[in-house]
């Protein structure tokens, strides 16, 4: 009987889409259903922030998540989705805001020029730059070792189980920006890319690399708050000059410095009212950034702990945010 | 090597070692001499994996265009959508007082009060664990995937059980469903139906109809044939046999259905949160990437609790006898509850009340960073070991071997254990995986399935064995067993992770772990097989308890224990793809790697693929080990 009636709302539920055939965008997903803490007010709408796996980035997303709850009235989901597939998101209405994007000028070629179902909403107000990071304490031994030219010479030292007679450089999640496998083989470095997985997991070796005075390289960015805590030094790649990593398989130069954006969904930014406009207006500096994360990770506070004590410390910042 | 083989078998008669050690020889002596030719190293631009890519742009270019997606993919996306969003709507509706009265009222009728309160209890556990959101999304997602399930399986499988024909298409089918990692359907699936939860209860599907359909096969097959000639000798129609004959005399073998696609779908909610599916997959994803077991374990007993009282529920209506009537007290019982639930909806929050959840982060990520600071010396020892003696060496045989030194070698292993089909079969999966441009990432994998299964074996054989001659050890083990199994695999990386590192060894441990259980219960059940009058007649004639197991348990186990080492391969080859999430790296990471970046999606693809030919040959290399050697379980089979 059960299954007779859903079945009946399922066929209901497919012909209402009407029969000109259904584009993936057509779900009806702003209509999900609310499930905020407050039963009493009406809230005024959902947003969907993706959650790309670095705290950094959850730092900003919780910070403005927490004032469109409590500041604007909406629902926020926080959806944890890899940096490559929330854009894919933007088609299907899984995601409304991705709140830093790290460059990525291809899919802004095909999202937002071609498929035109996303915008950009300016920048978050964040420098961030991508590297090689080593100890501080190999620096001071092997003062030459921060110029990649003299990496190969010390490859030994970085040999791992996992890196067999080359040199180990432990890599991040799989989702991240990466030139590590093009830096490697064009600059010919006798190095293999490791990778460790998560974020946690770099964080881990770096504070262990420094304590115990082991040998590491690593992928790393800027802004982090590992940096106030553990003394790390970066290598010096080729330096980076204009378009010298248009083609991603001839890469041979260092990441350039980032102005880190956000990016909206293109029905967000038409029907987000207040919603969007803060997103939009959301920037703070990196050591805003650091606290937040460095609360998250090292104080024992949840997302949403961290952000309310960012917020009531920084009234002036964020109310310059909030739409009138 | 052909020549010492040669030459062996046609002189005189040698010992039976003489055949297997010459090739031995001759395989060394074609390693040495071969070695570092004909390697097929790896390549990430390979042509294979580009064109895949260049297909996955089109058809995300064409998607709202192309009416196969406009008039058919699309739709089933949108209505799979359609239904989670009911399901999502009454039970946010509902709430935690509406859920729990409900649930607790079902599992009364169900069962009886043990089987309610049980329900009442894991569904409040949900609220104090503080996961009350994400169980609840769980529990739409499981059940739209395993309704539909259902809904197609239980057609499919009364058909497979009617006709002969339909089951010998079936079957296969079926068998594919199974075997293929659940991880390589991942990335075709995000192909054609995106991702986010439509996506997410298609995956589950994939994996919880195989059981749906074979077991209502099953069912209906052994409704005895007396009952269907007397039904159709009175002249009952076709429609009529099979709603008043077969159905109800199916129904208690239809329940288990029922009960193995929901512990199926269960298994699933993991990965499907790998396509953006909501639900607990998302916090054990988290604590991944975090490297926080505190946010891992929750989640993980969420699930084994979901998985206990749902399994508890079904399996109690599938016991009950149909005649009997339900007592009129456990009516008003379950009547009360479900009132009482629902009249609380307006009543108490929608949400479970915060101060009633115990946090157990904290606490969780303290005790493991302690044994990681205390045992760093001890983990980091085994680690290497394994991994220099063990790992290493046989990574770098099996990468500079040429390639068709390899799948001679695996040609010649399947012919002697499986014959002839099998090593065909072996050997063109090995074939098509060098074809596709994968052969490195493959052999490394290779190594580390290998590594594993010998672990698992050896712990598997063991504890077996403990099992079967001490009551009382079995009796402890079991509920562990259990507990290991229901757990979802992810929930033992982390702290293998916590104590290994982001390691090849970390994805053996978690595999380990995972494939020990099945391997543990086959050679126990095998030996307490071994009939008592055999065992009688050993200890008569003067046999110690060593020479009893070595002399006669043991041998005559062995398709027990044969089976045992099939199942460690297929299991472990399950769990060292996800490995790859873990620093396993080779094909599970190319796979992980396909979904995060698009660039590599074309090598994602085909590295599953890989995975699935890599399980096909090692499933028929091993399959025919036990037929070969027992004339018995070609009749069982």
Redesign the interface.
């Known amino acids: 009987m059960k299954i007779r009636l859903l079945a009946g709302i399922l066929v209901l539920g497919l012909s209402a889409v009407g029969c000109g055939g259904a584009t993936v965008d057509t779900s009806t997903t702003s209509s999900a259903p609310a499930a905020g803490s407050s039963a009493s007010a009406e809230p005024a709408g959902t947003v969907k922030i993706a959650i790309n796996p670095w705290v950094g980035y959850e730092a900003s997303a919780h910070v403005v998540a927490y004032l469109l709850r409590n500041e604007l009235g909406y629902n926020v989901e926080l959806p944890e989705i890899k940096e490559q597939l929330s854009w894919e998101g933007f088609e299907t209405g899984d995601v409304d805001v991705i709140i830093e994007n790290w460059g990525h000028p291809d899919l802004k070629e095909q999202f937002i020029e071609q498929k035109k179902v996303a915008v950009e909403a300016g920048s978050t107000g964040n420098k961030g730059v991508i590297g090689w990071y080593i100890p501080k304490w190999m620096a001071d031994e092997h003062p030459d070792i921060t110029d990649s030219k003299n990496l190969n010479k010390y490859a030994d030292l970085f040999k791992t189980s996992e890196s067999g007679d080359k040199g180990q450089l432990l890599f991040g999640d799989p989702s991240y920006v990466s030139n590590e496998e093009a830096l490697i083989k064009n600059l010919k470095l006798n190095y293999k890319v490791v990778v460790g997985g998560s974020e946690a997991a770099l964080i881990k070796s770096a504070q262990q690399a420094q304590a115990q005075k082991k040998p590491l390289l690593f992928y790393f960015w800027d802004p982090h708050w590992l940096f106030s805590q553990t003394e790390l030094i970066r290598v010096n790649l080729p330096p980076y000059t204009e378009g010298c990593d248009a083609d991603p398989k001839k890469v041979a130069c260092d990441y350039p410095e980032m102005d880190l954006d956000k990016i909206v969904s293109k029905k967000f930014a038409d029907t987000g009212g207040k919603a969007y406009e803060l997103v939009k207006n959301f920037n703070w500096t990196n050591e805003d950034q650091n606290a937040v994360a460095d609360d998250m990770t090292n104080k024992g506070m949840s997302g949403e702990e961290a952000a309310k004590k960012w917020v009531e410390a920084n009234t002036a910042k964020w109310q310059a945010w909030i739409p009138k | 090597m052909s020549s010492t083989t040669v030459s062996a078998s046609s002189g005189f008669r040698l010992p039976r070692w003489a055949i297997p050690a010459g090739a031995t020889i001759g395989f060394v002596a074609a390693y040495v001499i071969f070695r570092g030719t004909a390697t097929l190293p790896h390549d ?2 390979a042509p294979q994996f580009l064109a895949v890519t260049d297909l996955r742009e089109w058809i995300d ?1 064409h ?2 265009d192309n ?1 196969f ?3 058919f993919l ?2 089933i ?3 799979v ?3 989670h ?2 399901f ?2 009454v039970l ?2 509902l709430g935690w007082p509406g859920i729990t009265g409900v649930m607790g009222a079902l599992a009364w009728l169900a069962g009886g009060w043990r089987t309610g309160l049980l329900a009442l209890a894991g569904v409040s556990a949900f609220g104090v664990l503080g996961l009350w ?1 994400s169980s609840v999304d769980t529990l739409a997602l499981v059940g739209v995937a395993v ?1 539909l399930s259902l ?1 197609i399986g239980i057609p499919v499988g009364v058909w497979a059980g009617l006709s002969a024909r339909v089951r010998r298409t079936v079957t296969p089918v079926l068998d594919v469903m199974q075997i293929m990692p659940t991880f390589a359907y991942l990335a075709p699936l ?1 192909l054609f139906f ?3 939860a439509p996506a997410g209860a298609i995956a589950t599907m994939i994996y919880a109809i195989p059981p749906a359909i074979r077991i209502t096969a099953l069912a209906v097959a052994q409704v005895s044939p007396t009952a269907v000639e007397a039904s159709t000798s009175l002249g009952a129609t076709r429609w009529q046999t099979l709603f008043k004959v077969h159905l109800p005399l199916a129904r208690s073998t239809m329940a288990l259905a029922v009960n193995q696609t929901i512990m199926m779908a269960l298994s699933m909610v993991v990965i499907a ?1 790998l ?2 599916a ?1 639900g607990l997959g ?1 916090d054990i ?2 604590g ?5 077991v505190g946010i891992m374990l929750p989640a993980g007993v969420a699930i084994v609790v979901m998985a206990v009282v749902l399994d508890r529920m079904t399996l109690a209506t599938a016991r009950k006898d149909p005649r009997a009537r339900t007592r009129r007290t456990d009516l008003a019982v379950a009547g009360a509850l479900a009132a009482a639930g629902l009249a609380l909806i307006p009543v108490l ?3 479970w009340p915060e101060n009633v959840t115990i946090d157990v982060v ?1 606490p969780v990520n303290d005790a493991v960073r302690w044994a990681e600071e205390n045992w760093y010396a001890v983990t980091t020892g085994i ?2 070991v394994t ?2 003696a063990l790992l ?1 060496p046989l990574e ?1 045989l099996l990468t500079s071997a040429p390639w068709w030194l390899v799948a001679l070698a695996a040609l010649i292993l399947a012919w002697r254990v499986s014959g002839v089909r099998a090593a065909l079969t072996a050997l063109a999966c090995l074939l098509a995986i060098a074809l596709l441009g994968v052969w490195e990432h493959t052999m490394q994998t290779l190594t580390t399935v290998t590594v594993a299964v010998l672990v698992t074996l050896v712990i598997g054989l063991l504890l077996g064995v403990a099992a079967a001659r001490a009551p009382r050890f079995s009796a402890i083990q079991r509920p562990l067993l259990d507990a290991a199994q229901t757990m979802p695999a992810f929930v033992y990386l982390l702290p293998a992770l916590a104590l290994f ?4 060894f970390t994805a053996i441990f978690a595999s380990v772990i995972y494939a020990v259980p099945p391997v543990v219960r086959l050679v126990e059940d095998g030996i307490k097989g071994v009939p008592p009058t055999v065992v009688e007649a050993a200890v008569a004639a003067g046999s110690t308890p060593g020479q009893l197991l070595w002399k006669v348990q043991l041998p005559m186990a062995r398709r027990a224990i044969l089976l045992a080492a099939n199942q460690g391969i297929v299991m472990t080859l399950a769990m060292v793809v996800i490995g790859g ?3 396993a ?1 080779a094909l599970g ?1 190319d796979v ?2 396909g ?5 590599d999606f074309g090598m994602g693809f085909v590295a599953g693929v890989a995975t699935v030919l890599l399980g096909v040959m090692l499933d028929r290399i091993t399959q025919g080990a036990d037929r070969r050697t027992s004339p018995r379980k070609r009749k069982m089979s």
């Not at chain 2, 991944?288 to 926080?292: D, E, G, I, P, V």
């Not at chain 2, 590192?501 to 090849?504: D, I, Q």
């Not at chain 2, 979904?595 to 660039?599: A, D, L, P, V």
């Open positions: 990430d631009e270019d998607r709202n009416p997606f406009l008039y699309n739709y996306r949108l209505g959508g359609a239904l969003t009911l999502q709507t946010y509706a959101q309704l809904v995000a995106h991702i986010g949160n396509i953006s909501p998302g994803i988290r991944l990437s975090r490297a926080q929050p929608a949400v904290a680690k290497d991994t220099y290493n770098s590192g982001t390691t090849r999430l873990v620093g790296g990471y992980v790697s979904f995060s970046q698009r660039t």
